[in-house]
């Protein structure tokens, strides 16, 4: 399976679809299966070193790279512990549900399999109501998409990643030896 991720400043839906289907027919006409090919668009996240000159994400735009920032106004100490705002509303966007999903993705892809738990903690969810049923969902649309494979039930429901699994091999490969046999 092809996974396509797009690390962008704000794209409209428009430009998304048209750069998405480029990727897709681009990989198609290289072999791919158009259903084997998933595009992900995200916010940029990290800075940026570019001929030269170190660009901080959230300015790395044409203009932005061509004059100087105006210095930033002091902002309020943080609060400790902060609730993000996806977290204690009673709806989440669907920029939110998409980035959930795909940070669920690729969780996936790092361990192979997942419990609805282990998502949650992953996800850094365990605190919120909404979760267990949201997450539902997710698994629920990477199964139809055939992402992921369903096995077991009730609180034994783990979900594996039918694709390459980025986690590190831990254990060291097998190795046959035939054995030397004397015959007389």
């Not at 100490?77 to 609730?83: K, Q």
């Not at 192979?112 to 949650?120: T, V």
Request: glycine fraction near 4%.
């Amino acid at each position: 399976m092809a996974f396509v991720i797009i690390e962008s400043p704000s794209l409209n839906s428009d430009q998304k679809a048209r750069i998405g289907e480029r990727i897709i027919t681009a990989l198609q006409h290289e072999g791919l299966a158009p259903g084997s090919v998933v595009v992900l668009f995200q916010p940029e996240r990290g800075d940026i070193y570019l001929d030269g000159l170190l660009v901080k994400a959230e300015v790395a735009t044409p203009a932005a790279l061509q004059a100087p920032l105006p210095p930033k106004p002091a902002a309020a100490p943080p609060t400790p512990n902060p609730v993000p705002d996806f977290k204690a509303k009673a709806r989440r966007s669907k920029p939110e549900l998409q980035d959930m999903k795909a940070r669920l993705m690729k969780e996936l892809q790092d361990k192979g399999s997942l419990s609805s738990f282990e998502a949650q903690v992953a996800l850094d969810l365990k605190e919120c109501d909404w979760a267990p049923a949201t997450l539902r969902r997710l698994f629920t649309d990477l199964e139809e998409a055939q992402l992921i494979a369903k096995s077991g039930q009730k609180r034994g429901t783990r979900y594996v990643w039918k694709g390459i699994v980025n986690a590190p091999q831990t254990t060291p490969p097998v190795k046959l030896v035939k054995a030397d046999t004397e015959e007389e």
